[in-house]
C-alpha cells in the first residue's frame, strides 16, 4: 500500500464529517449546481483511484460523492415539503413519462403530445 492511498483516504474521510452537518439540517439548501458537479468528480476519483490500485482512496472518493448525491437529493432547493425525499417530483415524472408513452404507441402526432386532453383528466368540453 502507498502512504498517498491513505492521505487521499484521509481527505476523502474529512470531506465526510465536514458534509454532514448539511446533510443533518433540514433547513439546508444546496444548489444542483454545486452538489451535482461534486458528485460527479467524486466518482470520476473513486473510478481513477480504483484504477490505480488505491482501493482506500477509491473507496473515500466513493464516499465521498454518495455524501454529495444524497445532499442532491435530500437538500437540494425546490419542493420545501417536510418530506425527506420528493416522491411528488418523481410520481409526476413517471406519470408524464407513461402518458407520452401511451400516446406515442398509439400513433397520436408530436404535435398532439402537447397539446391538453381534456378526456384524459376527466374532463368535458366546454
Known amino acids: 500500500m502507498m502512504w498517498q492511498d491513505l492521505v487521499f ?9 465536514f458534509l454532514a452537518p448539511t ?9 444542483l449546481g ?7 468528480i467524486g ?5 481513477t483511484f480504483s484504477t490505480l490500485g488505491m482501493s482506500f482512496s477509491a473507496a473515500g ?3 465521498a460523492a454518495t455524501m454529495w448525491s444524497l445532499i442532491a437529493l435530500y437538500r437540494s432547493p425546490g419542493a420545501q415539503s417536510p418530506v425527506l425525499t420528493r416522491r411528488d417530483d418523481v410520481v409526476l ?6 402518458r407520452w408513452a401511451k400516446r406515442l404507441v398509439a400513433g397520436s402526432s408530436v404535435r398532439n403530445q402537447y ?8 374532463q368535458s368540453a366546454d
Open 93 to 98: 415524472f413517471v406519470n408524464d413519462a407513461l
Open 23 to 31: 446533510l443533518r439540517d433540514r433547513t439546508a439548501r444546496v444548489p
Open 61 to 63: 472518493a466513493a464516499a
Open 43 to 47: 466518482g470520476v476519483y473513486a473510478f
Open 34 to 40: 454545486t452538489s451535482l458537479p461534486s458528485m460527479g
Open 115 to 122: 397539446e391538453y386532453d381534456r378526456a384524459e383528466y376527466g
Open 9 to 17: 483516504l484521509v481527505g476523502s474521510s474529512l470531506s465526510i464529517v
